[in-house]
């Protein structure tokens, strides 16, 4: 296909959720179905769009050199102009195939998930956007438009994670994702902007595909002094970006609150879409990393914060019970992955484990939704055959028709959980404790959930997981353990450490909420959800299977000979994006048996613990009786932390500022010189009574007194002084003789 | 149509006037009459600026429909009318502002035939001051428009509103005295009001002929002195902190109206006056210092730099003290201090690319001064929205406790969705318009004042806050027991009417800013040549 016209289908491909949100929201959100099927169907629109352009070009094997794509002229500055454009390279590519696949998935899940909610509409135009502006992230060729996108993008997590607005949990929750975010988005917004000034483009091609530029802003010492080069400072501000968007430390508290958004929403914003931009624009600007030096500060910062956050949101994973805050502190985890990976230099592993990553931990979600809706059925079916006498007095419908929409209140109440009336009832569909042996009441659901949870565990050979997370460790080895680069070694071994926690709160997870026996009635009674919900967890979990075969190196034993020319088909494709052509690593057998080992390990760990006894009724989880438990149950009280250095004292400032200073001080200062200034006005006016008559107005007197000051200065040139007296004497006197008589 | 042709300026500024006398011949008991007569009389100015607009030359610049008449020849002054790309968006901007908040008035019962003449007054005076070429006129706009807006505040105004409006006539009143005084010195320097001769190399006060020694003091001397009155007349104007504290009690007490065209038109005299005329009369000041001697981080205090970090500690203190509030008016009125701290920012980096021989790359300056002009305008309009905003609610709730509201987007579902929309535009929410406008600045800023840049950066994060919390307050949360007995209705269609303009507005500069940036960037090239 010629590439005007691919140019042409990266212009169309975000628009079309964008204009489904404007219907929405506009037109048809009086109509649920109409609104529904505009929002799927917008999103086919987009999915077709990005596949056609996809499969056009993903065999160019020098795409990354020239990538596809047009520009206009958007900024007016001065005799320049800023260029925003589109483009398509092989990293933005993989995701043209990634992104509006998920999200189509996403979308056909809401229809059935979201049914019963009242505000269905509302979801639908909000995820509508959200869809294209990650759409638009990804086509965009420079980073002013990822930026706005980028935002957008936070402005609508911010949206859907407080969609539940009235409960005080979740507009909380969505303050916090905004004003989390917003930090790490400050620094991106100073790192563009320096970016801009010392480049005079945003372009990314033209910024990280040119060694002119990349050594002149290396060769540059950074601003203010730091000591590090241009290059390094700006890629630090950027990828505190990143730290923000994919929920690093330290700015990663805000995602676990987060899931008090719908399921679908979770699955969007925390696998498939906003938290994976933050890694793709960190490798969108790797080249900047590289040229900032191999052993440089902003490749070791991204490397240490990786490997620690990897580790951090590893162990909190393994102490939490609501099902969707463990896949929530795994995906920080994972996140952490990347990041490290990146920090390594192990540009396509990151990649790659973002790629896989993104179907596996979309499947976890949509599949934990699907969890939850099953419970909060069974637990309906249980209150409404045996208690209905609670629900008596819940006011607005019977349980029975608003069910489905309650599914995401933990108390499994709306609005009316302000009341504290039903506090006594609150069951919690979310908590595992509340669950157990759902396998053989949603089948489809466990067999999903099996594949996403294996694949996030790196269970060997047959899942996607696998693969990326080996191909981390085999670059984090040979750096590390065979070139001898400390932070190599380091990231290899807190990256090990964590896999293997990843596994055991894996496999904890799985036996706490399928296997065993029911520990609730409402788990024995929970019910598989309908075909719209379960189709896509199947279509999720056969890429959650086989997505790694894209990136199987040649000389690995078997698979790479069964995978024969296709072998490293993505790092083939996605090198083209970097100067230098990473060195391919010979095959080395260690970190596979690392690889094999921390996921077999701990998943068997996690069998012992979880599936040769499986937790009864009324028992305490056994990692209660770990002594760190608090502590990791209280995710390191990172929380508290903020809440006490950071949040409380700037609270206490702006409550007090306006009356302490305002009004304390600044008012006082002014207020006094009024009084002097009234005294000496009363003495220059005693003054005018004596010398001149014929006005007596108070603010011709005002003016007048300042006319005699002047005519010591100039003398003769009162006029104008009197002339604006006059004016306002008139215009005064016109308008209380009309006006006010 | 000759008159439209060659006076075109004129009479987009007098048909307010025109429409004033109508208003007062109309009898006072047609108050539905005088309402949308006035709504429909205001349209055409609104339709002259537009015309305006297209038919500037932007390959050209300067100055355009230039009018220039003898008036007042025993002191030199002359009735000179001209725009340029910096004045041209600000009278496009009034003229598109006046019948939005006089929609947002249909509901002044007291004595509308009063209020709506006044309001044209207002119009005609704003405009004055953005068209006036010669100093003298540009003065007596600029004075006289306070007449109005007192009388706005002080008949229609809020409880404490005696207060409000001495206090807003007393200061800027006040500060203008210094302004009057320079525009005299600089008449005796320069023996001219005209501007654009006074912008000129040959005219400009203080410099090579026209250099003045009063009382044998040096023009160096006389030139800060200048500078400095100019500099406080027109800082309390935008408001800079510490010189702000009149704007939230004029912003809160005004009626919604006068808080819509004073928050978006009336800060914006101030943010103008240093651009028609601290910066073109006084290029070479921005860089010298403040006091000899002084050094901040080893690097001398000069004005730039004082202006920087004021407009740095307004945005600080602007986003603390709103994040503070209770009254949602208030925080509103706050987020003023917040914003216009950008349009400092901004002012004061492109002045330092003025002095001869500055190190400041011009492409730094335009930006930054074009961002701080787009800043006028993109505030002009979000916080003309969330005053009507404020006002629909108050109307409605009779309250501005923020504590008293609480899920209200139950009950006001238009409500909500316009006040989430409006509130992500002040916010600065990428897509819509004052994103371009805090970027370009922060971009330009950035090469000239690089710490005070990253240091308001922390404001502009808690810009974050006090939107969030209004939001929260008014929209989020159970609903409030006393509207669960006494509901609140949805926006009507006048409001909607009124409000939508605004959205629009803010919506396409957001997507397209190259629409308002293809003539500001001319006006701010033109000023830095």
């Known amino acids: 296909m010629p590439h005007e016209t691919l140019t042409t289908l990266l212009w169309l491909a975000p628009l079309p959720p964008i204009l489904a949100f404007a219907v929405i929201a506009l037109f048809t959100n009086r109509y649920r179905q109409t609104s529904s099927t505009i929002a799927v169907l917008a999103m086919v629109a987009s999915l077709v769009m990005s596949f056609i352009v996809f499969f056009n070009v993903w065999q160019m094997k020098d795409l990354g050199k020239k990538p596809i794509g047009g520009q206009i002229g958007w900024l007016p500055t001065g005799e320049t102009v800023l260029n925003i454009g589109v483009a398509v390279d092989p990293l933005g590519a993989t995701f043209l195939f990634m992104v509006p696949l998920a999200c189509t998935l996403i979308f056909i899940y809401s229809v059935g998930y979201m049914a019963a909610d009242p505000r269905y509409t509302r979801f639908f135009a909000y995820l509508s956007l959200f869809a294209g502006s990650m759409m638009g992230l990804v086509v965009s060729d420079n980073l002013l438009t ?56 945003l372009n990314f091609h033209a910024i990280l595909h040119s060694e002119e530029v990349l050594n002149k802003l290396a060769a540059t010492p950074a601003v203010l002094g730091l000591g590090i080069s241009a290059a390094g400072l700006i890629a630090i501000l950027i990828f505190g970006g990143t730290v923000g968007k994919s929920a690093q430390w330290p700015l990663h508290v805000w995602l676990p609150d987060a899931m008090e958004g719908p399921t679908p929403v979770s699955a969007m914003i925390h696998a498939a879409t906003m938290v994976s931009a933050g890694i793709f624009m960190l490798l969108r600007f790797f080249p900047l990393l590289v040229a900032s030096g191999e052993h440089g500060t902003a490749f070791t910062l991204v490397g240490l914060i990786g490997a620690f956050t990897a580790f951090l949101g590893a162990t909190i994973a393994v102490a939490q019970y609501d099902i969707k805050r463990v896949l929530a502190f795994s995906t920080i985890s994972q996140l952490g992955f990347m990041v490290a990976a990146a920090g390594i230099g192990a540009y396509v592993a990151a990649a790659f484990h973002l790629l896989t990553h993104a179907f596996f931990k979309a499947l976890l979600f949509l599949a934990s939704g699907s969890v939850i809706h099953g419970v909060e059925h069974g637990h309906h079916h249980v209150s409404h ?83 990326s997370k080996d191909e981390i460790f085999a670059d984090a080895y040979y750096h590390g353990l065979v070139k001898g680069d400390g932070l190599a070694a380091l990231v290899f071994l807190v990256l090990v450490v964590s896999a293997l926690l990843t596994a055991f709160y894996t496999m904890r997870q799985i036996a706490m909420t399928f296997l065993g026996q029911p520990r609730t009635e409402a788990a024995a009674h929970a019910t598989e959800s309908v075909p719209s919900m379960t189709f896509p967890l199947i279509v999720l979990a056969v ?84 002594p760190v438990f608090n502590f990791l149950y209280n995710r390191w009280y990172w929380d508290e932390l903020y809440r006490k250095i950071f949040i409380n004292p700037l609270q206490a400032i702006a409550d007090n500022y306006a009356r302490v200073v305002d009004k304390g001080v600044i008012d006082r200062i002014l207020e006094g010189g009024y009084a002097l200034g009234a005294r000496v006005t009363k003495g220059f006016a005693e003054f005018d009574r004596v010398v001149i008559t014929g006005f007596s107005d108070a603010v011709g007197r005002f003016f007048r007194s300042l006319g005699d000051w002047g005519r010591e200065l100039q003398s003769g040139q009162v006029q104008n002084y009197l002339l604006s007296g006059l004016v306002m004497v008139i215009a005064i006197l016109v308008f209380f003789l009309f006006l006010f008589q | ?73 025993q002191i030199n002054s002359v009735y000179k009318v001209g725009v340029d790309g910096i004045s041209l968006p600000l009278v496009v901007l009034t003229c598109f502002l006046t019948p939005l908040a006089m929609i947002f008035s249909l509901n002044i019962e007291h004595n509308p035939k009063a209020y709506f003449a006044l309001f044209f007054l207002l119009q005609t005076t704003v405009l004055g001051v953005f068209i006036a070429l010669d100093l003298i006129l540009f003065f007596l706009f600029y004075e006289v428009s306070l007449v109005p807006m007192y009388f706005l505040i002080s008949q229609w105004g809020g409880a404490n509103r005696r207060y409000a409006s001495f206090k807003f006539i007393l200061y800027t009143m006040f500060a203008s005295l210094g302004m009057l005084l320079a525009i005299q010195v600089i008449g005796l320097a320069s023996k001219s009001f005209d501007i654009t001769y006074l912008e000129s190399s040959l005219g400009r006060p203080f410099t090579g002929n026209n250099q003045v020694e009063f009382f044998g003091w040096d023009p160096t001397v006389w030139k800060a002195i200048a500078f400095i009155a100019f500099s406080i007349a027109f800082a309390l104007k935008i408001p800079i902190w510490p010189l702000h504290t009149w704007l939230p009690d004029a912003h809160t007490e005004a009626p919604t109206g006068g808080s819509m065209m004073l928050a978006g038109i009336l800060l914006k005299l101030g943010g103008y006056g240093f651009f028609r005329l601290v910066m073109p009369l006084f290029p070479d000041v921005f860089s010298q210092p403040v006091l000899p001697g002084l050094n901040v981080f080893g690097a001398p205090l000069n004005y730039s730099v004082l202006l920087a970090l004021l407009a740095f500690l307004s945005i600080l203190f602007g986003a603390f003290a709103a994040w503070g509030q209770t009254d949602f ?88 969705a316009v006040l989430i929309f409006c509130a992500m535009g002040s916010l600065g929410l990428p897509g819509l318009s004052g994103f371009v406008s805090e970027f370009m600045v922060t971009r330009g800023a950035w090469s000239v004042h690089t710490l005070l840049t990253i240091l308001s950066m922390a404001g502009l994060l808690m810009t974050g806050i006090y939107i969030l919390k209004a939001i929260q307050k008014v929209l989020h949360g159970p609903l409030g027991e006393e509207w669960r007995h006494h509901p609140l209705p949805d926006m009507n269609f006048s409001e909607i009417l009124g409000i939508a303009p605004l959205m629009g507005a803010m919506l396409v500069l957001g997507v397209w800013p190259a629409l308002a940036l293809n003539v500001i960037n001319v006006g701010v090239q033109g000023l830095l040549r």
């Open chain 1, 146 to 201: 990822l930026f706005i996108f980028w935002e957008l993008m936070g402005f609508c997590s911010y949206s859907l994670i407080g969609f539940f607005y009235q409960k005080p949990s979740a507009y909380k929750a969505a303050v916090k994702a905004f004003m989390t975010t917003r930090v790490g988005d400050m620094l991106l917004l100073l790192g563009m902007v320096y970016l801009y000034a010392e480049t005079g483009t």
């Open chain 1, 385 to 467: 055959a045996g208690h209905s006498g609670h629900s008596s007095h819940s006011g607005q419908s019977g349980h029975e028709h608003d069910g489905h929409g309650r599914h995401d209140r933990p108390n499994g109440h709306d609005g009316h959980d302000d009341h504290g009336s039903h506090d006594a009832h609150a069951f919690d569909p979310q908590d595992m404790r509340n669950m157990g042996g759902l396998r053989s009441r949603m089948p489809i659901t466990f067999v999903t959930f099996l594949i996403g949870g294996l694949a996030l565990a790196g269970f060997p050979f047959i899942t996607a997981g696998f693969w």
């Open chain 2, 1 to 73: 149509m000759n008159l439209l042709n060659t006076n075109l300026l004129s009479v987009i500024t007098y048909l307010p006037l025109v429409g004033m006398l109508l208003v007062l011949v109309t009898p006072a008991n047609q108050t539905r009459l005088i309402k949308w007569g006035s709504i429909a009389f205001s349209l055409i100015p609104l339709g002259l600026s537009i015309a305006a607009w297209a038919g500037y030359d932007r390959t050209v610049g300067g100055y355009q429909y230039l009018e220039s008449m003898v008036w007042f020849p």
């Open chain 1, 543 to 626: 890429f959650a299977l086989f997505i790694g075969f894209i990136n199987i190196p040649p000389d690995f034993p078997v698979f790479g000979a069964l995978v024969g020319g296709g072998a490293f088909w993505l790092k083939n494709f996605i090198a083209s994006m970097l100067l230098e052509k990473p060195e391919p690593l010979a095959f080395n057998i260690v970190p596979v048996l690392f690889s094999i080992g921390v996921a077999l390990g701990g998943l068997a760990l996690g069998w012992f613990v979880y599936v040769r006894n499986p937790l009864q009724a009324g028992q305490t989880d056994p990692v209660e009786k770990l």
């Open chain 2, 329 to 416: 008016k208030r925080l509103v009125a706050y987020s003023s201090v917040n914003h216009m701290g950008f349009v400092a920012l901004g002012i004061a980096s492109a002045g330092l690319a003025l002095t001869p021989n500055s190190t400041v790359r011009e492409i730094d300056a335009t930006i930054a001064g074009s961002g701080a002009v787009l800043q006028m305008v993109t505030h002009g309009l979000s916080s003309a929205a969330m005053f009507a905003l404020v006002g629909v609610v108050y109307e409605r709730a009779h309250t501005r406790d923020l504590t008293k509201y609480g899920g209200l987007w139950t009950i006001m579902p238009i409500y909500g």
